[in-house]
């Protein structure tokens, strides 16, 4: 009784005060809103995982190994144990017995070997960079001080770099004993008859495409920290998916998942890098179990780049089967994908989420698709931005351009006669995806306006009647992919390991405020930003009232996580249904509260009105009733709080239409991109601000891919671009500015209407590139260019492939001042930009007024 | 141990350091300054700019005894009470982060841009902060900013925009609320 005083007491004098909120009325799904998350990270006020400090903190650092496939003959750590600060040095045989195994989540098919992947080292080392000791000391000087004391005998196994030859039969193995060799798996998909298709077809095309190996590198470096009480353990980590990570933890130390709180703070970063489980997180929660103190890891850059995952690293061979009049009949892919020494996390999965996408948004009678998992002693190779999908749509957008040119047609022509047109939808395609809604035409037809497609060809014929050494090309990717993952039944038929719904709390505070509990795992998405302008409408509460938590398992019990494109339309649909739920007991409350039906009640703006009156109640007076609890229907929980879990039917297509043009100086090799268009379909959109920062961003690196990365080792396994020093992650000056529009054609899967966005601008602006760069270069008969596409290998292209008699002259080696054109061995890092070196190539302003201005002519290396 | 005493933020401190503590360390691990991120080891991504001096250097490219006797303002020290510096409200406004770990060194970096170049062209902008990496937003939307951040502060003091957060959008707010709209850099 006293108890129920006390709470009516606090009630009414919320109600007095204007603490309680007031409905809203205002649009928040559409709006520009400026993102709640900026507040803390433009002042400062973050807590990146590497700025947490707990009382009696240690620092960990690792020792690893110098090789790339190695016994370890000899350990001795007894010299770093005296090394002062030291509180403890481990190698993998201290460990062995409760290590444990990496996991891997996702064991594609019944043949496939996942190899034992301690988190350290104990017998052998299958990779420059793997853990084989470790030092905790009282700071991170110290601990990395006593590394050096430490001392190892390595006995030299032979390394395995090669995918080709590693499929030999005497090939050196990564794994000694595997019966399949270095085989990992082979996995095949097929649909109509292969064999017909490309039985007597008039024109069939075939390539080969490298998908060079990537470091993902989000700016963030990993860092963990980990701590225990003696009965209940904390982990902070930079981590993409503090859930899964949990419930793998969990299995793979034998700490009790309840016992087991996983957090992920502000994360700088993922694009895929962070969705693991690393051997550091294991091992973290191991030294804290043993040493009953926290710890701290953080990696350097170098340290990364040698030991989180890589991503692509696939030999992709495309067979296209058409009929003279451009109809794609059929396409077969046979893939060898590089999984490095471990399959982790989701490692075999990653090339199985690009077999469904290389038809793109092509009609045809056939595919077929062979994939083959190669094990190699380098770094694991797992998801990065796109993870599978970038692959799949750079082969069939690089093979179409082929076929174009092949057939003497216009690449937009090609594509319009084998694209699905917006009347078939929802297709099903030749993969069985269906493919719920787009418009193609749509897309492509504003994406050439805003080019000023026409104009630009006719400059390009003009380049090559005039033989200017500055070529002209205009590349063209339509694609689609798909995201949001996913339906939990297809992920089940694929042997995924877990399902791809997602949670959300919504809890309606008794001052009418909201907070919204979300399993979505955000880090730079915005999803506060998004999910309470979600909210805002769902319920009619103000954007300001409502606040979003994420990446703390003892705050967020439920959740799949952030990766796939996947945190809108899974979660921020679970955030709605949680929304409508809530309005639903609202909706009884009410109308207990009014005397009225609950038939009788309408909702709009966050009130509820007994239809045909004036009476009402707002959610924010429903909310407060609840938490006084003094008038509520029989049975009525005192509460307006709903949770929901949301499995989708389908995944997410978005679709797009990318166009670049890009000026190849053919007397040195440089490229540069001149004008970049996107115009992206990715349904109703929540936030446009948001959206178009991600097509940016994802734009930003797919090009990267195309012009300036690649992870290269030497002959020995070693990685020579270890360092940000050597492994060009584009700068300002080495990019333009990007010009997105966008159309606009709901899904009809899920109630937002929304499709993913997170990854569009990485798959589809990777083949745009890399087009322009071989249309500039036709006249040379140059047909491809491997990425990425160096002034070194342009200038060998062009030089390499002659002149055709009425081509463009080849003339002048490449420019002396340019160091990456100077640079030695195919693949090696390039030191500076393509546009490094370029000379002024006279007009930029010559094209289409809506193009982006060129960045960087003239720019030099800097201090980079 | 030598001894380095520099002002942080306004704040004086005399501190025992070994020689080889990076500024960067001594202003996160002992002074809780965890505003400035490090973000490589080679001094190429620019994460941990801060000014020293007025100037901006990369925080793990400088000893803290290099820095004895400087006046060092890193991110966490820009603004004035509740209210943000121009270029913090910049880049909250033209959207030009997302993670937000480059965020800071950004933000100094464009600061020591505009004492040279206090209306720099897109061109200016991209050439002088090519010290200074992000994997979000392909910095077109950082170009937006740092010429947005330049504007408003070469505009005298009370025409500016009110203080940060965004419950109060600036004038830029309207025009990019407009749907699907294509905006020529």
């Known amino acids: 009784m006293t108890e129920q005083l006390d709470a009516g007491l606090v009630a009414e004098r919320i109600a007095e005060s204007d603490a309680l909120g007031t409905p809203s009325a205002a649009h928040e799904v559409g709006r520009a809103r400026r993102r709640k998350e900026d507040a803390r990270l433009v002042t400062g006020r973050t807590t990146w995982t590497d700025n947490i400090q707990l009382p009696g903190m240690m620092y960990v650092a690792f020792l690893r190994s110098p090789m790339a496939h190695a016994r370890i003959t000899r350990v001795d750590t007894s010299a770093a144990r005296d090394r002062p600060g030291v509180v403890a040095v481990y190698d993998g045989r201290d460990l062995a017995d409760e290590q444990g195994s990496l996991p891997c989540a996702w064991p594609v098919s019944e043949d496939v070997l996942i190899p034992d992947h301690p988190p350290m080292a104990v017998d052998e080392v299958r990779y420059v960079g793997e853990a084989v000791a470790c030092v905790v000391a009282t700071d991170r000087y110290r601990a990395a001080d006593a590394l050096e004391a430490i001392e190892i005998d390595y006995e030299p196994l032979d390394a395995v770099l090669d995918m080709t030859e590693a499929l030999t039969a005497g090939s050196p193995r990564v794994h000694e004993g595997a019966s399949a060799g270095n085989r990992a798996f082979t996995w095949r998909f097929s649909g109509g008859d292969i064999e017909e298709a490309f039985r007597d077809a008039p024109v069939v095309i075939e390539r080969t495409y490298v998908q060079q190996r990537l470091i993902p590198t989000a700016m963030e470096p990993r860092a963990v920290v980990a701590t225990t009480d003696g009965d209940s353990f904390t982990l902070y980590s930079a981590t993409q998916i503090p859930h899964v990570l949990r419930v793998m933890l969990a299995l793979t130390t034998g700490i009790p998942e309840h016992k087991l709180r996983v957090v992920a703070p502000d994360v700088g970063g993922g694009f895929g890098s962070k969705l693991q489980v690393t051997a550091e997180e294991v091992l973290a929660l191991l030294l804290t179990r043993r040493l009953g103190r926290p710890v701290k890891w953080t990696e350097s850059r170098s340290e990364g780049n040698l030991t989180a995952h890589h991503g692509r690293d696939q030999l992709q061979r495309i067979r296209v089967a058409a009929d003279r009049d451009g109809r794609v009949r059929g396409v077969q892919v046979n893939l060898l994908a590089d999984m490095g020494a471990y399959l982790m996390l989701i490692t075999p999965g990653v090339p199985l989420l690009g077999a469904f996408m290389y038809n793109g948004i092509y009609k045809m009678d056939a595919y077929d698709f062979t994939c083959t998992g190669v094990f190699t002693t380098k770094v694991p190779t797992d998801a990065y931005r796109g993870a599978g999908r970038p692959e799949a749509t750079f082969a069939i957008e690089r093979a179409m351009e082929e076929l174009a040119h092949e057939l003497g047609m216009d690449p937009v022509e090609l594509r319009r006669r084998n694209w699905i047109t917006h009347e078939e939808f929802p297709y099903t395609t030749i993969c069985g995806l269906t493919y719920d809604s787009g418009n193609y035409e749509a897309a492509t037809e504003r994406a050439l306006a805003l080019l000023g497609y026409d104009k630009l060809r006719a400059e390009q014929a003009d380049r090559r009647d005039r033989r200017d050494p500055v070529q002209l090309g205009i590349g063209v990717s339509t694609f689609t992919e798909m995201c949001g993952l996913a339906p939990s039944r297809v992920l089940g038929s694929l042997s995924y390991g877990a399902g791809g719904w997602e949670h959300a709390s919504v809890r309606m505070l008794p001052t009418g405020k909201v907070e919204v509990v979300t399993g979505s795992s955000p880090h730079g998405q915005g999803h506060e930003t998004a999910w309470s302008q979600i909210v805002a409408d769902a319920l009619g509460v103000p954007f300001e009232d409502v606040s979003v938590l994420h990446g703390d398992t003892a705050v967020s019990h439920k959740g799949m996580d952030t990766y796939g494109s996947r945190s809108l339309v899974v979660g921020g649909v679970a955030v709605l249904a949680a929304c409508e739920k809530v309005k639903e007991r609202a909706r009884i409350l009410a109308a207990h509260m009014l005397e009225a039906s609950a038939d009788d009640v309408e909702f709009a703006d966050g009130t509820f009105t007994v239809r045909g009156t004036g009476v009402g109640k707002t959610i924010q007076e429903l909310a407060l009733a609840t938490f006084a609890a003094h008038d509520l229907p029989d049975g009525f929980e005192p509460a307006l709080d709903a949770d929901a879990t949301f499995d989708p039917d389908n995944f997410s297509f978005p679709h797009g239409t990318h166009l670049c043009a890009a000026e190849v100086d053919t007397e040195t090799g440089a490229v540069r991109i001149r004008a970049y268009v996107a115009v992206d379909d990715v349904g109703s959109v929540v936030n446009p601000l948001i959206v178009e920062g991600q097509v940016h961003g994802g734009i930003a690196q797919g090009v990267a891919q195309a012009l300036f990365e690649e992870a290269v080792h030497d002959a020995e396994g070693n990685l020579l671009t270890a360092t940000m020093a050597d492994y060009l992650i584009p700068a300002a000056s080495d990019l333009p500015a990007f010009v997105t529009d966008r159309t606009e054609t709901p899904s009809t899967t899920n109630p937002l209407g929304v499709k993913g966005v997170g990854e569009a601008g990485t798959i589809a602006s990777t083949p745009a590139v890399v087009n322009a760069v071989v249309d500039a270069l036709r006249p040379f008969g140059v047909n491809d260019v491997r990425m990425p596409c160096t002034p070194e290998r342009v200038w060998r292209a062009v030089t390499e492939a002659g002149t055709p008699a009425d081509g463009p002259p080849v003339s002048g080696a490449p420019a002396t001042g340019s160091s990456a054109a100077g640079s030695s061995a195919a693949g090696s890092p390039d030191t500076g930009s393509p546009d490094t070196g370029s000379p002024d190539t006279g007009s930029p302003d010559t094209g289409s007024s809506t193009t982006g201005t060129g960045a960087g002519t003239g720019s030099e290396g800097g201090d980079r | ?185």
């Open chain 2, 1 to 185: 141990m030598p001894r380095t005493s520099l002002t942080v933020d306004g704040v004086r401190y005399d501190e025992e350091v070994e020689p080889r503590l990076l500024l960067v360390h001594l202003l996160r691990d002992r002074l809780g300054r965890t505003g400035t991120p490090v973000g490589c080891d080679t001094s190429n991504c620019g994460a941990c700019t801060v000014l020293l001096d007025g100037v901006s250097v990369k925080s793990c490219s400088v000893l803290a005894v290099q820095a004895d006797g400087s006046d060092v303002v890193t991110v966490e020290g820009l603004a004035e009470g509740t209210e943000w510096h121009p270029m913090q409200r910049a880049f909250h406004e033209e959207h030009a982060l997302q993670c937000g770990y480059c965020t800071p060194g950004m933000i100094m970096a464009a600061i020591d841009l505009l004492r040279d170049d206090p209306d720099p062209s897109e061109e200016a902008v991209r050439a002088g902060l090519e010290g200074n990496l992000c994997r979000c937003t392909g910095y077109t939307n950082i170009v937006r900013a740092v010429r947005r951040g330049a504007r408003e502060m070469s505009r005298p003091d009370g025409e500016r925009e009110t203080a940060g957060p965004s419950a109060t959008p600036g004038p830029g707010a309207a025009r990019q609320e407009t749907e699907g709209q294509v905006r020529t850099p």
